[in-house]
């Protein structure tokens, strides 16, 4: 048997065994009282406009600021690590260590409580604005190290040649090196959006009025009042349709790097 026939031929039984289990959990499951607990429609229904135009959008809005305020700093965190000043480095390098360490659920709960007890400060926006500085700080220290590798990454000899050329190293930095680390690290950075979007889910820990509820929160209270976990389905769909796309330009920027290699 020739090699590409016996690749094909296994292919096969391993798409056949991964559909006989998928098909032997779905004849398995009661679906009579799956149905009216996961999938009931005068829920999932109740539940609309309020999950789109309140939950998802915040969702959204919650994403783009900690993701953005997560860049700024940690763009600043990775200079700062590699800055030929020691005292930057040992900072920089303590910082992202510690928040990478950390469970972004208690750094969220220590912005929204602790901090303003220590120091009598009242973070902008409240206690969402407090839990959003707290996802900021977390994003920024995973941020920074994405952003740290691919400044390395980038060759040598393109430094070299722009210093050849009489520009500065700070002007360097800025048109030479930091384009061609954003290119390269791209597809890492959307990964870390994907996860802010899911993290988002933590900010419930602050506290939240009716208006300010993102998916989870939103989610989870229409459970309480329910009585029914249809939500949980419906706000895990509606999550589903914001990172799915994203997960896609995600392995599409990577073959298209492959290719540019």
Do not use: C
Not at 235 to 261: C, D, F, M, S, W
Request: glycine content about 8%; cysteine-free; overall charge positive.
């Amino acid at each position: 048997m020739k090699r590409s026939t016996r690749r094909r031929l296994t292919q096969g039984v391993l798409y056949a065994i991964f559909a006989a289990v998928i098909l032997f959990v779905l004849l398995s499951a009661d679906w009579g009282r799956i149905q009216p607990y996961f999938f009931n429609v005068d829920v999932a229904r109740a539940a609309f406009p309020e999950i789109l135009t309140i939950a998802a959008k915040n969702t959204i809005v919650y994403t783009a600021i900690a993701f953005v305020g997560g860049m700024l700093f940690g763009l600043l965190l990775a200079l700062m690590k590699l800055s030929p000043v020691l005292p930057y480095r040992w900072l920089a390098t303590g910082y992202i260590e510690l928040f990478r360490g950390l469970p972004a659920l208690l750094v969220i709960f220590g912005f929204a409580f602790a901090v303003p007890i220590a120091f009598q400060w009242q973070a902008p926006g409240g206690s969402v604005g407090a839990g959003l500085i707290g996802l900021i700080v977390v994003s920024a220290a995973y941020i920074a190290e994405t952003i740290r590798a691919g400044i390395e990454a980038v060759p040598k000899g393109q430094v070299e040649a722009a210093r050849s050329l009489g520009m500065g190293s700070t002007w360097t930095l800025v048109t030479v090196v930091l384009p061609q680390a954003f290119r390269i690290i791209t597809p890492p950075l959307t990964n870390e959006l994907v996860i802010l979007i899911k993290d988002t889910s933590l900010l419930f820990i602050a506290g939240m009025a009716i208006g300010d509820r993102e998916l989870t929160t939103f989610a989870r209270d229409s459970l309480t009042n329910s009585a029914n976990a249809t939500p949980l389905v419906v706000a895990a769909l509606l999550y589903l349709v914001i990172t799915l796309p994203l997960t896609q330009l995600v392995a599409k920027l990577e073959r298209h790097n492959k290719r540019g290699r």
